[in-house]
Each structure stands twice: as C-alpha cells, then as structure tokens.
C-alpha cells in the first residue's frame, strides 16, 4: 500500500474552523512534497487543546482511498 510521512503542525484556532463548519479540509504538503488534502474530521482523533502536532503515516489504497492515519513515534 502506498504512504505518505506528514509532519502535522495545526494550532486549536486552526482546528477551531472545522468544528465551526467553515473548512471541512486541511491542505498538507508531505515530507516528500506531495500536496494532500485530507479530510479534516480524520485529525479528531489527534486534537489536543493546542491543536494537532506531530508526525503522521498516511496510508492509502492505489485508487487513491484513505485506508488509515496513524502517528508516528
């Protein structure tokens, strides 16, 4: 299955847009360059009062479907 690493740095009032319904999506570039837009409801999970910090494994099915985002020790 193809990955993508991504290094994750989204402050609370950044998130606060998502749960406000003004984004529903979050724009990543990843560490090898590639531009994901991943929906935002999957960073809930990693949503602390400061926001979603850290870095990410992103894996997905080769017709493109997200199959699962884990954080990385």
Not at 31 to 47: E, K, M, N, Q, Y
């Amino acid at each position: 299955m193809p990955n993508l690493v991504l290094d994750i740095a989204l402050s609370a009032d950044r998130m606060k847009a998502v749960y406000q319904g003004r984004a529903n999506r979050v724009l990543i570039r990843s560490r090898d360059g590639t531009r994901v837009s991943l929906p935002a409801h999957h960073l809930r999970p990693f949503l602390t009062s400061e926001g979603v910090y850290g870095s990410f494994e992103l894996e997905f099915a080769e017709q493109g479907q997200l199959l699962r985002l884990r954080r990385l020790q």
